[in-house]
């Protein structure tokens, strides 16, 4: 999609027009894609990473179906996340998830800026990323006809996200365990999948 000057201010978090007919388009788009996955039933995994992949704008080809279910199911096991419907995702082009990943049901995503999820990551359900935000000043947000901003949020790999979490924008370190509301940093994770751990220490 040939960026239009409002997407390209969206993407960099600056102040844009969400009616932009190009971004209307494409959240039109995004939001069939995800009615379709999630209409879709008890369909094969090859299927489901098709129809994902429609709302991220994904155009990798799919590898040869094997005639054997299960190891055609594994196919994908490398390639893509896990995704429990139904889901709602507002542009999907800006949304990318690592391979074994699992995001379960009724997640909201609002990707109006860059958001990234690492490799085997698990989300609980109802889980809320919401990349956008609207300016303080009533005098500039004027309701519907004011402009939108947003900010990125990027979950590190093998971080474990607990049901019905709302992430807004910013950072939390790696190997870190956050908690609350609002959300602030509780202690370090002790594991030798850190580089800093040390073992003798404890």
């Known amino acids: 999609m040939a960026a239009s000057k409002e997407w390209e201010k969206m993407l960099r978090g600056e102040l844009y027009w969400a009616g932009n007919s190009q971004l209307q388009d494409n959240r039109t788009r995004c939001r069939l894609a995800c009615r379709q996955f999630n209409e879709s039933g008890e369909v094969s995994r090859r299927r489901k990473v098709e129809l994902w992949r429609s709302i991220i704008g994904d155009k990798r080809p799919l590898p040869p179906e094997n005639s054997d279910p299960k190891v055609d199911e594994a196919l994908f ?14 542009h999907g082009l800006n949304f990318r998830v690592g391979k074994g990943t699992f995001l379960n049901f009724n997640l909201l995503v609002l990707d109006t800026c860059s958001i990234t999820i690492g490799e085997n990551v698990l989300f609980g359900p109802n889980v809320c990323l919401y990349g956008a935000i609207h300016p303080i000043d009533p005098a500039i947000r004027r309701g519907v006809k004011g402009p939108e901003a947003g ?28 908690a609350g509301n609002p959300a602030r940093v509780i202690r370090r994770i002790e594991t030798e999948m850190d580089p800093e751990y040390d073992g003798n220490k404890y």
């Open 77 to 90: 096991q490398d390639t893509d996340p896990f995704v429990d419907g139904p889901i709602s995702v507002d």
């Open 151 to 178: 900010k990125e949020i990027h979950i590190e790999d093998d971080v474990w996200i607990g049901g019905s979490v709302l992430i807004l924008g910013g950072d939390v370190p790696p190997f870190h365990f956050a």
